[in-house]
C-alpha cells in the first residue's frame, strides 16, 4: 500500500526465543506503543491501514528465516508452524486466535511439512511449505481504528531447524492519524462482542 499525504509510517522489531529441545514457542505477546498518537481524551486515534510482518532469523545467513523449519535428522513426517498477529485484545491460547476473532486485525501462518525416507534419514522425501497471510486490506479495507496499543502474538511449534535461538519479528505499519467519534467508539466495542 502506497504511503497517504497524512499517513505514519511506524516500525518495531521484536524477540522471541525458540525452546531448545522442541523448537516450540508459546504465546508470547510484543507491545507496539501508540501513546503518540492516540487519545480517548482528544478523541485521537489511528485507521490502521496496513501492518507487515518479517520474520528473522539473526543467527541464521543475511538474518533470513529459513525457508524449511525443520532440521530433517528424523525420518518420517515432521510439520513446524508459526502464528504471528496484530491484536488490540490479547488472547490467552493461541489456538483461538483466526480471521474471525474479535480485534484481530491480521495474521500471518507458515506451515512446513516434510515427509522423510524412513531408510535414509537426511533426505527429504518432499517438503511442502505455505504462507496464509491475511492482510489489513483483507479483513479491514477501510483501516481499522485503535485507541490503545497494538499487540503483536508469535507463537511457534517445532521449529527444530531453529532451537535454541533468539528469533526476532520486524514490523511496520501504515496508519492515518484521526478524530474518533462516540459513533466509531461504539463500532469498536461490538466487534470487540462480535463472534
Given at each position: 500500500?502506497?504511503?497517504?499525504?497524512?499517513?505514519?509510517?511506524?516500525?518495531?522489531?521484536?524477540?522471541?526465543?525458540?525452546d531448545?529441545?522442541?523448537?516450540?514457542?508459546?504465546?508470547?505477546?510484543?507491545?507496539?506503543?501508540?501513546?503518540?498518537?492516540?487519545?480517548?481524551?482528544?478523541?485521537?486515534?489511528l485507521?490502521?491501514?496496513?501492518?507487515?510482518?518479517?520474520?528473522?532469523?539473526?543467527?541464521?545467513?543475511?538474518?533470513?528465516?529459513?525457508?524449511?523449519?525443520?532440521?530433517?535428522?528424523?525420518?518420517?513426517?515432521?510439520?513446524?508452524?508459526?502464528?504471528?498477529?496484530?491484536?488490540?485484545?490479547?488472547?490467552?491460547?493461541?489456538?483461538d486466535?483466526?480471521?474471525?476473532?474479535?480485534?484481530?486485525?491480521?495474521?500471518?501462518?507458515?506451515?512446513?511439512?516434510?515427509?522423510?525416507?524412513?531408510?535414509?534419514?537426511?533426505?527429504?522425501?518432499?517438503?511442502?511449505?505455505?504462507?496464509?497471510?491475511?492482510?489489513?486490506?483483507?479483513?479491514?479495507?477501510?483501516?481499522?481504528?485503535?485507541?490503545?496499543?497494538?499487540?503483536?502474538?508469535?507463537?511457534?511449534?517445532?521449529?527444530?531447524?531453529?532451537?535454541?535461538?533468539?528469533?526476532?519479528?520486524?514490523?511496520?505499519?501504515?496508519?492515518?492519524?484521526?478524530?474518533?467519534?462516540?459513533?466509531?467508539?461504539?463500532?469498536?466495542?461490538?466487534?470487540?462482542?462480535?463472534?
Amino acid at each position: 500500500m502506497a504511503k497517504g499525504s497524512r499517513d505514519v509510517i511506524l516500525r518495531d522489531r521484536l524477540q522471541f526465543d525458540i525452546d531448545a529441545v522442541t523448537g516450540d514457542t508459546a504465546l508470547v505477546y510484543g507491545r507496539v506503543d501508540m501513546s503518540d498518537y492516540v487519545s480517548i481524551v482528544k478523541n485521537e486515534g489511528l485507521a490502521i491501514k496496513e501492518i507487515r510482518f518479517q520474520p528473522r532469523a539473526p543467527d541464521q545467513v543475511l538474518g533470513d528465516w529459513p525457508q524449511w523449519m525443520i532440521d530433517f535428522t528424523a525420518p518420517g513426517a515432521e510439520s513446524a508452524n508459526l502464528k504471528i498477529f496484530a491484536t488490540t485484545t490479547a488472547y490467552e491460547n493461541v489456538a483461538d486466535v483466526g480471521i474471525g476473532s474479535p480485534n484481530v486485525i491480521c495474521l500471518l501462518n507458515r506451515q512446513c511439512t516434510q515427509l522423510q525416507d524412513g531408510a535414509a534419514p537426511g533426505l527429504s522425501g518432499g517438503t511442502v511449505t505455505e504462507w496464509n497471510w491475511y492482510g489489513t486490506p483483507d479483513l479491514h479495507p477501510e483501516g481499522y481504528d485503535i485507541v490503545t496499543d497494538l499487540l503483536i502474538g508469535v507463537a511457534a511449534n517445532g521449529v527444530t531447524r531453529l532451537q535454541g535461538t533468539t528469533a526476532e519479528l520486524d514490523i511496520m505499519i501504515i496508519a492515518e492519524p484521526k478524530k474518533i467519534t462516540s459513533k466509531d467508539l461504539t463500532q469498536m466495542l461490538t466487534q470487540a462482542q462480535d463472534l
